[in-house]
């Protein structure tokens, strides 16, 4: 089993409307987990950061964690055209220093 | 006031030449990363320095060898590169070792002939 699975093929949304994508882990005492977006041809760039079970929100984006259900997802709303990018999952694992990224999402944003 | 900075962006080089990737953050950050990104955009760590101490070093050719000079800085040497080495290279940087986020620098683009 891979430490971090993100399973889903690319995602087309209409602008607008609500993105929707899910990560799953495999350590269950991890204790850190991020989203980062990006963008073809770029760097990784952070976007959400989520350390306890519930929502965090910020601004278009909520993540939400489920350490039970060793699942975190990643909403995002009204989606913009400038949000069409790679996003990618990842999980801090408990006692190590080592952070595991999902292969990562497409989504694409229709205008 | 680039956070993460490599250098250099593109990197076009031969099999069997020996190359330097250079990385400089100016976060204040003590933990510092190298992670590969193969073509099909997995991101995988390589190696990892805090305050100048190789705390993570995951199973990756010796041809690989890192170095820290200072917390603010690490470098990755390659040596006898091979066609597989072709990918994106990319740095990080995070304050501490554990829950902290990490920061990517732009990354360099490593293409073997």
């Known amino acids: 089993q891979k430490e971090v699975e993100q399973n889903s093929g690319p995602l087309s949304v209409p602008e607008g409307a609500i993105a929707s994508l899910n990560c799953t882990y495999s350590d269950r005492g991890s204790q850190s987990f991020f989203w980062y977006r990006q963008y073809s041809g770029k760097s990784p760039e952070l976007i959400m950061s989520i350390y306890s079970n519930g929502d965090k929100e910020d601004g278009r984006f909520t993540a939400q964690l489920n350490k039970a259900s060793q699942y975190v997802s990643l909403l995002i709303r009204d989606s913009q055209p400038s949000d069409s990018a790679t996003y990618l999952c990842?999980?801090?694992?408990?006692?190590?220093?080592?952070?595991?990224f999902g292969k990562g999402n497409q989504v694409v944003v229709i205008p | 006031d680039t956070a993460v900075s490599q250098t250099p962006k593109y990197l076009v080089t031969q099999m069997g030449n020996d190359k330097s990737i250079k990385c400089e953050q100016n976060l204040g950050h003590d933990t510092m990363y190298w992670y590969k990104q193969d073509s099909k955009k997995f991101l995988k760590i390589m190696f990892s320095?805090?305050?100048?101490?190789?705390?993570i070093n995951e199973t990756v050719p010796n041809r690989f060898s890192p170095k820290s000079p200072d917390k603010a800085h690490l470098n990755l040497h390659i040596n006898s590169l091979e066609l597989g080495d072709s990918a994106v290279y990319f740095c990080a940087s995070s304050q501490g070792t554990s829950n902290q986020p990490q920061h990517f620098g732009d990354g360099t683009r490593l293409s073997i002939l």
């Open positions: 320095y805090n305050n100048k101490e190789l705390i």
């Open positions: 990842a999980v801090n694992g408990a006692g190590n220093n080592r952070l595991a």
